[in-house]
């Protein structure tokens, strides 16, 4: 017989995630989506060459903090899952996943966890969720991670939520969803290891709204790749120059890129936020001039 906390106030994290370690990127992400407010909040721990951590269903947070710990310690995802159990009184509630730095992984699922639940692992990843609308959703899920193996870890694990939604999801319905990369130095500024840290609390279509942030993540903090780069001059040069003064910016107006366009051009990168993709080199990156175009996007 299933235990029932809801009269002692305690909040079940119903959920399905997803733990996965790319090799290639020396990246770690969890990837979230709930009917439950708010779950990024309590669900995802992640930390660059250590590993991460996806707790749930009756979450104990604390196995986030202390499970990295313990990773960072040397021990095995498997040694941690149970150590972590072991003092737990309510351990057959919880629902576990873990991938290390060397992306072993490692999942438990609590006898009494509402069903649909279970979890999948595999090499360097692990899906796993509770109150689902079957098992299908894990094995979407899975299916998923593993057809896109070139993709950014990032859209993998979006992707993979979203095959999990399309098999059925939590069978409540959705509210949050989430999205945690790590690597190093991979934060802004190179200051941390957060190098994607995106939180949907509350939203009628969470997982629509975790892929426009994320689109809006890369046109903000992604360097502009060689080929995106456009030379100023000519026409390019021309519109450039009018979009600067639409937008209420001074450029110069001689034949060539002179330093008063330049310092427009600076200022507007900087105002709109587009700091990262910024280069004092006499080009215009094509999505900030996407972006000129058209402010909408993405």
């Known amino acids: 017989m299933k235990r029932s906390f809801v009269k002692e106030g305690i909040p079940s994290v119903s959920t399905f995630s997803i733990i996965a370690y790319d090799e290639a990127a020396g990246e770690w992400g969890v990837a979230v989506q709930s009917k439950f407010l708010a779950a990024g909040s309590a669900v995802p721990w992640a930390a660059a060459e250590t590993g991460a951590i996806a707790t749930q269903s009756f979450a104990n947070t604390s196995f986030g903090p202390r499970g990295l710990r313990m990773l960072e310690e040397g021990l095995e995802p498997e040694a941690v899952l149970w150590e972590l159990l072991s003092d737990d009184p309510d351990r057959q509630l ?57 993709q950014p870890l990032a859209e993998r694990l979006v992707d993979a939520l979203v095959s999990g939604q399309q098999a059925g999801g939590d069978k409540r319905g959705m509210q949050s969803a989430s999205l945690l990369i790590v690597k190093p ?5 190179g200051f941390n290891d957060r190098a994607i840290d995106l939180r949907v609390d509350d939203h009628p279509r969470p997982l629509e709204e975790l892929s426009r942030l994320l689109n809006l993540h890369h046109l903000y903090f992604d360097r502009p790749r060689p080929e995106d780069l456009l030379p100023l001059e000519g026409k390019l040069l021309e519109e450039v120059r009018e979009r600067l003064h639409q937008a209420g910016y001074k450029p110069g107006d001689g034949e060539g890129y002179d330093g008063k366009t330049e310092q427009a051009l600076k200022a507007y990168y900087l105002t709109e936020n587009f700091e990262e993709r910024w280069m004092s080199d006499p080009v215009i990156d094509r999505r900030v001039l996407e972006y000129m175009r058209n402010p909408s996007i993405p």
Not at 125 to 141: I, K, P, Q, Y
């Open 185 to 189: 130095n991979g934060g802004y500024g």
């Open 94 to 150: 919880r629902q576990v996943g873990i991938v290390d730095a060397k992306g072993r992984s490692a999942a438990f699922t609590g006898s009494d966890c509402f069903s649909w639940a279970g979890e999948i692992t595999g090499p360097g990843f692990v899906c796993l969720g509770n109150l689902l609308a079957g098992e299908s959703v894990l094995a979407d899920m899975v299916a998923s991670f593993r057809s896109s193996p070139d």
